[in-house]
């Protein structure tokens, strides 16, 4: 008698569903996007705001899935991804800069996060840090060296509150992090406790410190994350991760 196949309660995916290499997006459109890089796809989930798209590049499986906005939402995607064959995570999203030489449209490679999120604190003490695995973080970097966007390299801050205390966001831009977002710390530990890879490329979609927030804006008006600028980052980080996903493959069989 055959077994049927068991769920994931939330990502609705199981067994054979996702592929080794899973690009995240917080936004459940943005994984359309970036599955429309891959030679072939298939959506395989959609529940709760949770999307999975999965399908191969260059003979390399390849999923894509959404984890919401925030922590808490993107720590229940690591866990059932991890629970049903995943193996490397890269976050394909977008931030706030913090420093005045990181443009909008420009991109970030984020090696580790300080840790201002609640839901990593749930798994392991404050002194535990949020970092990215290594051979990602240097297969992102690799990827990105042809890029035509400045790309930045160092840590981002992962916050819980979007509309949160900007003093805060000005402490962490005298110690050098280079732009807040909502969820590598917890991508980045979550990974690291169930044995996976995790890494991140962001698109610069605000500078939050300058007077270029994403806030409140007129219908049709293309700003923040729909800036033509920001839009055409996206576009570049989704093909730099697809590249990596091939460094890190091609390292694999070299080692085999």
């Not at 979609?205 to 994403?214: F, R, W």
Request: charged share 25%; proline share 4%; hydrophobic share 40%.
């Amino acid at each position: 008698m055959l077994m049927r196949k068991r769920l994931q309660p939330h990502i609705m995916c199981g067994v054979g569903d996702v592929a080794r290499y899973v690009l995240l997006s917080g936004d459940p459109k943005r994984v359309e996007r970036i599955a429309a890089f891959f030679d072939d796809s298939v959506k395989v989930g959609d529940y709760r705001g949770f999307v999975t798209h999965t399908g191969s590049v260059e003979g390399i499986g390849v999923s894509a899935c959404s984890t919401g906005i925030g922590c808490p939402s993107a720590a229940i995607v690591v866990e059932e991804l991890a629970k049903i064959g995943a193996e490397t995570l890269i976050r394909v999203g977008t931030t706030g800069s913090l420093q005045p030489d990181v443009e909008v449209g420009d991109i970030v490679i984020a090696p580790a996060a300080v840790r201002g999120d609640g839901t990593s604190r749930n798994y392991v003490p404050i002194e535990y840090p949020a970092v990215a695995d290594f051979n990602v973080t240097a297969a992102l970097f690799q990827a990105a060296q042809e890029s035509k966007r400045k790309v930045h390299f160092g840590p981002v801050l992962t916050t819980d509150a979007f509309y949160g205390d900007v003093d805060d966001l000005k402490r962490w831009r005298r110690l050098d992090v280079l732009s807040v977002e909502m969820e590598c710390s917890a991508i980045f530990a979550l990974a690291k406790l169930r044995k996976l890879r995790a890494g991140a490329i962001l698109a610069v979609d605000s500078k939050p410190l300058m007077g270029l927030e994403k806030g409140e804006f007129e219908p049709g008006q293309r700003t923040g994350e729909l800036d033509e600028g920001v839009q055409e980052a996206i576009k570049e980080e989704i093909r730099i991760a697809i590249k990596a996903i091939k460094v890190l493959e091609n390292k694999s069989k070299k080692r085999s």
